[in-house]
């Protein structure tokens, strides 16, 4: 049960960056699978408590190279990624009060919306610098060696 497909109009010419983006949706995907299969609550806690974790690794890479590449938006851009952040922190605190072991729809619609808006709007902005600043900016990403997960 796939909640979410790769597919070109996520392809931002930048191997580093749709990587981490393929992991994002796996790790989205591997949440919806388990909700809707009924795991135990403490599973879907580690599953989002994963998913945000490397949400935040990725929001970091991703500002590292926008800084590398001197992105005009950067500011503009980490305070949408502050935004996401806080949603889905907002949301796992909600779903520790909830009774309930499975993940609400509506967080679904958000993350869908988020990986569908975000990549293909917002960080396609990013992917458009001329080629020699992309050089830097993966640069910048593998120098830090947290590029897997």
Excluded: C
Excluded at 52 to 79: G, N, T
């Amino acid at each position: 049960m796939t909640f979410i497909t790769w597919d070109t109009t996520l392809d931002l010419h930048i191997d580093i960056m749709n990587n981490e983006h393929r992991i994002l949706i796996n790790h989205m995907n591997h949440l919806y699978q388990e909700s809707h299969g009924r795991a135990e609550k403490a599973t879907i806690r580690r599953i989002l408590q994963d998913f945000a974790a490397y949400a935040a690794k990725h929001f970091l890479d991703e500002e590292r190279y926008m800084a590398a590449i001197d992105f005009d938006d950067l500011v503009v851009h980490r305070s949408i990624h502050q935004r996401l952040l806080k949603r889905v922190q907002d949301y796992i605190e909600e779903y520790e009060r909830s009774a309930s072991a499975s993940v609400d729809e509506e967080f679904f619609n958000f993350l869908k919306i988020w990986v569908t808006a975000h990549i293909r709007g917002i960080d396609a902005k990013y992917a458009t610098v001329s080629p020699s600043r992309v050089s830097a900016g993966v640069d910048a990403v593998a120098a830090t060696g947290t590029n897997r997960r």
